[in-house]
């Protein structure tokens, strides 16, 4: 049994047996169904011959509304039937809704085809479906313009369904309103990857999902070879970001490290493969010749290069948007096609420097000023830019006048790249959204013969087939939410255009075009998680005083990434902008171990046992999105070979005002350091047993020198060091008669004599003394005294 024409939600209502009362269920049932009973609450959930339902006396339809104070949730029990389709309603009859359900053997589809009794411009009603299920179901949305229980990425699994239609006044570029995909989730294996075959054949013949471009066909069977073809190329997907000022460094960098260590992606970001960021000169497509001389002839050879070692590339990339001085879409002439917020005329003539513009909105226009009904755009999309002919003029402030007329005060005349001019009473005037003042974007006119969206999809899809692009990366892609379901709209028409597998990355997960990602041979592949398992390092950053990383900062980071799901090993600099280079390698003093540790968790991660994972979560807190604890857990090998974690604990003061390790997005791993003047002591805990402490103390860049450092612990316990550490420098004691001194990115300069006697921590509290055993100086000092706790060894290890 295949195809849509069930009539789920008429026929088998009237299949119901009277004598059971009239709405009672038949025991037996074929495929997918779902069904309402006269009061329109949900009758029977059934996919895939798997009876699925459960009653909830919340269940069915409610209808939303927004007063500007309350929402008002009234459950809808107005319920009628026409062919395949049902129309449920409020008492009064308005509004109402029409949903059309579509019944597969593996799965069912639930549409909204029409809305009455709600205007364009009400944007103040919603319309929801909830449903309960006595095992997990998957569900997903066909759009953004409706959401799912699942939140921000569109694939949910569960067994509360909220099925959610918000923005009941617009509709996607081809009319639909949204809807949404019901499969059985308790399936696995090949079961699971049969049901989801069925749902990407049948919703790609239905209009509703994409599918990859150069398929003659789109069956179940092709759609399992495609997934297989995609697992084979992207499962265990390793890679290191790299950065390079010249095209002998890339390929050096690619040869020496990413080849010798079976990387399989290379990242390049903006800075290096673009030369900007944000596009301003250039399309987002334009390749930097300060790297690349030849352009993409240069980029092109390069890929070639990677591949032909079994190795894809990935260029990081900031969406479609249009920059301030593109040389096609704004320089000379401004693109008719640009994202707009409404029109108007020009109220009265204006010379070239003219700062205060009179502008009259066309009838039914809102200018949207702080107070108008634009709820939907998201923030960052810059309304005060309009266009009047060829020149774009950013407006200072909008104070409306008495009647409908406006003024724009504070103008900035030709702006960017544009030139100012003088214009006639009643010329045409067109506002324009900058998302973050940065980027003009495209209207979303994917259903124009002439689209720039789709122009922008296509060159951007062409650039990515030429080169072979192992990735598809959308970054900043709220700069497009002229409204909120226009992103992924943009990335399923690129996605559509792409010839060949590729992952995805916007913030925070994939595109959902990749619909690959839910098949059993890729959803269990940690690799193809947002989050990467980093393996960083970084050089001192002073306008935002962040240290170079030390050793335990890169440990932290790594152990951290497997707790959000990480398994794609990943060599990069954890500062956002930045990739590893030559001059990073060679100024990093920890480079060789940093390098030793990728090895390591090269060989680890993919075969990391759930215990393994199981013990990091012990020992971490989850605090917002990431994690934070007292412990790093240094991932080692033991005397036998094995894989190992050893905790290191930085001691904390008793009184628990110390911060524990934690990660900060943009930078990684922030320390726990307890920042004194040299001579505070200070009562550390040791929560492990008694021994002598690894000590590591920074002298800060301003401060005075420290002369023979003297630590002394409970009072009898002492290390004195012979030499002084200067300003900037580090000082580390693992042992042994000797510190090391290292400079500010932990390059060692120097070895200092160092004398230990009964220098032990307790078990529980110590009172420790940081001081200058010579000299007059108090010098402000950052210190970090380390207990390590016995090692753990890796389930992880059976399985190499």
């Not at 918000?166 to 399936?187: E, K, P």
């Not at 940065?438 to 922008?456: F, G, H, K, R």
Request: with cysteine.
């Amino acid at each position: 049994m295949s195809g849509k024409g069930i009539f789920s939600a008429m026929i088998k209502h009237f299949l119901y047996v009277l004598l059971w009362g009239g709405w009672a269920a038949l025991s037996c049932y074929g495929a997918s169904e779902l069904t309402f009973d006269a009061s329109a609450k949900p009758a029977t959930l059934v996919l895939g011959d798997h009876d699925l339902y459960e009653s909830n006396s919340s269940a069915g339809f409610h209808l939303r509304h927004f007063d500007g104070e309350d929402i008002t949730d009234t459950l809808l029990s107005d319920i009628s039937t026409s062919g395949d389709e049902i129309t449920v309603s409020h008492s009064d009859g308005l509004p109402s809704f029409t949903f059309r359900i579509d019944s597969f053997d593996k799965h069912l589809a639930i549409h909204l085809v029409d809305v009455q009794g709600i205007g364009t411009n009400d944007r103040n009603w919603g319309i929801n479906l909830y449903l309960r299920s006595n095992a997990n179901v998957g569900h997903f949305s066909l759009s953004n313009i409706a959401d799912s229980t699942s939140g921000w990425s569109p694939y949910g699994i569960g067994t509360t369904i909220k099925m959610e239609w918000r923005w009941l006044w617009g509709t996607l570029h081809d009319g639909r309103r949204g809807g949404f995909v019901l499969y059985d989730a308790t399936l696995g294996g090949a079961e699971l990857d049969a049901a989801l075959a069925e749902v990407w054949s049948e919703q790609h013949a239905a209009g509703t999902m994409v599918r990859p471009a150069g398929q003659a066909s789109w069956t179940t069977n092709d759609v399992l070879a495609w997934v297989d073809a995609y697992a084979a190329q992207n499962n265990n997907m390793s890679e290191v970001e790299l950065e390079a000022y010249s095209l002998a460094e890339l390929y050096n960098l690619t040869d020496t490290y990413v080849f010798s260590n079976n990387i399989r992606r290379v990242k390049l970001h903006t800075k290096t493969w673009r030369g900007e960021y944000w596009p301003k000169y250039h399309s987002r497509v334009n390749v930097n010749t300060n790297v690349f001389p030849a352009g993409k002839a240069d980029l092109l050879a390069y890929a070639n290069h990677l591949r032909a070692n079994g190795v894809f590339l990935r260029l990081h990339s900031v969406s479609c948007g249009i920059g301030k001085h593109d040389p096609d879409y704004i320089v000379g002439g401004v693109d008719d096609r640009l994202a707009s917020w409404g029109t108007g005329t020009l109220e009265e003539s204006i010379d070239a420097s003219t700062k205060t513009i009179r502008f009259r909105p066309d009838p039914g226009e809102v200018v949207p000023v702080l107070g108008s009904n634009i709820a939907h755009t998201y923030p960052v999309l810059l309304y005060n830019y309009v266009r009047i002919g060829d020149e774009i003029v950013k407006v200072g402030a909008f104070n409306r006048t008495d009647d409908d007329v406006w003024m724009l005060e504070n103008c900035t005349r030709g702006f960017e790249g544009t030139d100012s001019a003088a214009h006639s009473a009643t010329e045409n005037m067109i506002g324009l959204y900058c998302s973050y003042g940065q980027n003009y974007v495209p209207a979303y006119d994917l259903a124009q013969t002439n689209s720039l969206m789709d122009e922008l999809a296509l060159e951007y899809a062409t650039f990515v087939n030429d080169l072979q692009l192992g990735h598809l990366h959308f970054d900043g892609p709220e700069i497009h939410a002229i409204d909120f379901w226009t992103s992924r709209e943009l990335f399923n028409r690129i996605y559509s255009y792409v010839d060949h597998p590729t992952t995805s990355s916007r913030v925070g997960q994939s595109i959902s075009a990749h619909f690959e990602q839910k098949f059993s041979p890729v959803r269990d592949d940690g690799s193809y998680a947002y989050f990467a398992l980093e393996v960083g390092l970084r050089l001192e950053y002073p306008n935002r005083q962040k240290l170079t990383t030390s050793i335990l900062d890169t440990h932290f980071h790594a152990v951290e990434g497997v707790l959000l799901g990480g398994r794609r090993v990943s060599l990069r600099c954890p500062q956002s902008g930045y990739g590893v280079s030559e001059e990073l390698l060679a100024s990093h003093g920890l480079s060789d171990d940093v390098l030793q540790l990728l090895r390591y968790w090269l060989e680890v991660a993919p075969v990391l046992d759930d215990a393994d994972v199981a013990y990091i979560d012990s020992m971490m807190t989850k605090v917002g999105g990431h994690y934070q604890s007292e412990d790093v857990l240094v991932l080692g090998k033991n005397g036998n070979g094995d894989y190992v974690f050893t905790p290191h604990r930085i001691m904390g003061r008793t009184s628990g005002e110390d911060p524990f390790y934690h990660i900060e997005q943009e930078w990684g791993s922030v320390p726990r350091f307890q920042e004194i003047p040299a001579g505070t002591t200070m009562q550390l805990h040791n929560p492990y047993a008694a021994q002598e402490p690894q000590v590591v103390i920074r002298v800060v860049e301003t401060s005075a020198t420290l002369e023979d450092p003297l630590i002394t612990i409970n009072g009898t316990g002492t290390l004195s060091i012979s030499g002084d550490i200067q300003p900037g420098e580090y000082m580390k004691y693992t042992g042994g008669g000797t510190v090391g001194v290292y400079d500010n990115n932990w390059n060692l300069v120097r070895t200092l004599p160092a004398a230990a006697s009964s220098f032990t921590v307790n078990g529980g509290s110590n009172s420790v003394t940081t001081a200058a055993g010579s000299g007059s100086g108090s010098p402000d000092l950052m210190v970090q005294y380390i207990a390590l706790d016995d090692a753990y060894v890796l389930e992880a290890n059976n399985n190499l």
